[in-house]
């Protein structure tokens, strides 16, 4: 079986844009990197189910998000003065995609037309108090995406919170309930347990996986656990990045950006508590992103800094991850993006 990935990038030092590399799962490696959209620092980008592409984008001074047809042309793109986004999703549907800006703390929502491109719906910014950590020095948004009821959640690492959203048709959106995550936390990514009333905070600032039970009548979320994803130790440097779940929900992978390595959590019958199960090393440095592929017998991580992927076997029943490749260039990666089956 062959499967097409796609990776998004910086486009600082040797990278050009957009790439796509084949998985070979009978062969067991990667192959065949290919640049097929030239494109500024596409840091992050996902597909809607009609196949249409959409990417974090920077055009000068400007940034926002771009928009491509199913043979990866360019439609469109909607951008703002200030610096580009850093997180994408798509809200199939309601017709919109939602961006999380970092660097200006910002929420933005934009709808799609019929024919995929892109019309700015709404924005917002968060106000409310930061943490303590030197790195929270204002709101700091990096995560927007949909709760399984069809609520907008968004991550700020800024002011240590995660805020649920009712959205409109057109792509209003109206707070109706506030997470305060541990002061320092940092809030960045989340995912959701497919039993869909458990999530998984990953706080990027202090190196920790947050269990929150959600309850859907409020669209509010409460802890029930946190644990570290490093070993107890380590004193250097880490921030954390990307977090997945496996689909039988037993799994929980999170990886380490300075302690170079991808945390394996399982999990017991009702997601609500983890228990590590493994570190791995990810052979490269800054894993800022991985994936699993589609069989999930696979997973793919993307080191930033050192220009290459690591492919590992997964074992479903232990969750556990060998080691196959880790010299699979890939320059400037930071998003691993597999199209769903």
Do not use: W
């Not at 994408?88 to 309601?94: G, S, W």
């Amino acid at each position: 079986m062959k499967q097409t990935l796609i990776l998004g990038t910086y486009t600082r030092r040797k990278s050009q844009g957009i790439y796509q590399i084949t998985l070979d799962t009978d062969a067991e490696t990667l192959t065949d990197l290919q640049l097929v959209v030239p494109e500024t620092s596409p840091t992050y980008l996902t597909k809607s189910t009609a196949g249409r592409l959409y990417s974090v984008t920077s055009v000068e001074d400007k940034g926002g998000c771009s928009a491509y047809d199913t043979d990866m042309h360019f439609l469109n793109a909607v951008t703002e003065d200030g610096a580009p986004l850093c997180y994408v999703a798509v809200d199939d549907k309601r017709h919109l995609v939602y961006g999380a800006n970092y660097h200006k703390g910002e929420v933005n929502v934009y709808k799609l037309m019929e024919d995929g491109r892109l019309v700015a719906a709404d924005s917002l910014y968060h106000d409310e108090p930061c943490g303590s950590h030197e790195n929270q020095d204002k709101p700091h948004v990096h995560y927007t995406d949909l709760t399984p009821d069809d609520r907008l959640a968004v991550c700020d690492l800024g002011t240590d919170r995660v805020y649920t959203y009712d959205v409109s048709s057109e792509g209003k959106l109206t707070e109706v309930a506030v997470y305060i995550a541990e002061d320092g936390t940092g809030p960045r990514h989340l995912a959701f347990h497919p039993n869909h009333d458990i999530a998984y905070l990953f706080g990027e600032l202090d190196s920790t996986v947050t269990v929150l039970r959600y309850e859907a009548a409020t669209g509010s979320f409460t802890q029930l656990q946190k644990i570290s994803t490093l070993p107890s130790d380590f004193n250097d440097f880490n921030g954390g990045a990307a977090i997945r779940v496996s689909s039988d929900g037993r799994f929980v992978y999170a990886s380490n950006r300075g302690h170079n390595s991808i945390a394996v959590f399982a999990t017991n019958a009702d997601g609500t508590h983890l228990e590590l199960q493994q570190l791995i090393a990810t052979e490269g440095d800054f894993p800022r992103d991985f994936n699993l592929d589609q069989t999930e017998n696979f997973l793919i991580c993307a080191n930033q800094n050192s220009d290459n992927l690591t492919l590992y076997r997964r074992n479903p029943e232990t969750g556990q991850l060998a080691l196959l490749e880790k010299d699979v260039f890939a320059p400037e990666a930071v998003c691993v993006y597999v199209p769903k089956v």
